[in-house]
């Protein structure tokens, strides 16, 4: 979800040689982007497993560019919530404040 409350959805898209699929958080992101939008506050990723659906460590990375205090929204295949945020799945996270000189 963008700042101005566009929402924008994505899945992931695999491939035989694992590497070229991308994720769904990715997706998302890649496809506001394209559309212009760069202000990212809330992301929700959804999975069919027990545990809790992360993002992951690319996921994380490529979210930091654009959001590094964006809110995640955790969801269980049974449906349960886990909130938290870009910080805490990712500390010390490397971003474009870190090209800074």
């Known amino acids: 979800e963008c700042a101005d409350g566009m929402v924008f959805t ?7 040689a694992y590497s070229p699929g991308i994720c769904a958080e990715r997706t998302a992101v890649v496809k506001a982007v394209s559309e212009g939008h760069r202000n990212f506050v ?3 990723v959804a999975g069919r497993g027990k545990d809790f659906c992360t993002p992951c460590g690319v996921c ?3 979210l930091e560019e654009f959001a590094p205090a964006l809110e995640i929204l955790c969801v269980s295949g049974a449906g349960e919530v886990l909130e938290t945020n870009l910080g805490e799945l990712l500390p010390h996270g490397f971003g474009p404040k870190n090209l800074e000189g």
Do not use: F
Request: charged residues 25%; aromatic residues 0%.
């Open 10 to 16: 994505g899945c992931n898209v695999e491939n035989a």
């Open 42 to 44: 809330r992301l929700a």
């Open 60 to 62: 994380r990375q490529v």
